[in-house]
Structures are given as C-alpha cells and as structure tokens.
C-alpha cells in the first residue's frame, strides 16, 4: 500500500524556521511531480510549492524567498524548509505527489502536519 507520511511541523514563533518532510513508501516505481499545500482555518486548500522530478520548483508568490522546496528521489523524500514565517503561514500541510506503482501513475496524498506561528 502506498503512503505519504508528513513530518517536521510544530509551533514556532515569526520569524522562525521549520522543516517538513514527506517520504513515500511502498512499491514505488518512480515519484514525479511532488507538491505542498496547506490549508488554513476556514480557507480552501492552497498550493504552497512543487517540485518536478527533474528538480525544477515553483512556489506561490507569497512564500517566494522565504521557502525551498527539494527531494531525494532516492528515497522518494520531499522537503519544505520554511524560512521567516509569518503568521499567515499558519496551516496544516498537506503533501501531494504523483506516483507510479504497478496501477500507473496516481495521485496521493498525506494526512497532513500543522505548522502554527505566534506573532
């Protein structure tokens, strides 16, 4: 069975700086395009940043410069490091990745982690 696992979010103050994690497992012939969402309270979910499997990224405006995304295909891992949060980045993260098994390619997703920043 495939999984998406998210890790890495917390409480931090603005400011500071997290790291997520998704790793996926299971019998994984190839990860493609992976990317984050977050949604936060009583707002729609919304694309944070992607990454291909060649490694090219892109992000939404509002968290260009201040966060990176990257993965190890090796380990079908992506990453967000978050950089100078602010309290509009508040929300639970949620990971999306494109992955090909025995069934094709198809689209996944994690249970998400929270990340809430204090003002």
């Known amino acids: 069975q495939v999984q998406l696992v998210e890790s890495g979010g917390g409480l931090v103050q603005a400011g500071g700086s997290l790291r997520l994690s998704c790793a996926a497992s299971?019998?994984?012939?190839?990860?493609?395009?992976m990317t984050w969402y977050r949604q936060a309270p009583g707002k729609q979910r919304e694309l944070v940043a992607g990454?291909?499997?060649?490694?090219?990224?892109n992000y939404a405006d509002s968290v260009k410069g201040r966060f990176t995304i990257s993965r190890d295909s090796a380990k079908n891992t992506v990453y967000l490091q978050m950089n100078s949060l602010k309290p509009e980045d508040t929300g639970n993260y949620y990971c999306?990745?494109?992955?090909?098994?025995?069934?094709?390619?198809?689209?996944?997703w994690g249970q998400g982690t929270q990340v809430t920043v204090s003002s």
């Open positions: 299971g019998s994984i012939f190839s990860s493609n395009v």
């Open positions: 990454i291909t499997s060649g490694g090219r990224p």
């Open positions: 999306n990745g494109i992955l090909t098994t025995e069934l094709g390619p198809r689209s996944y």
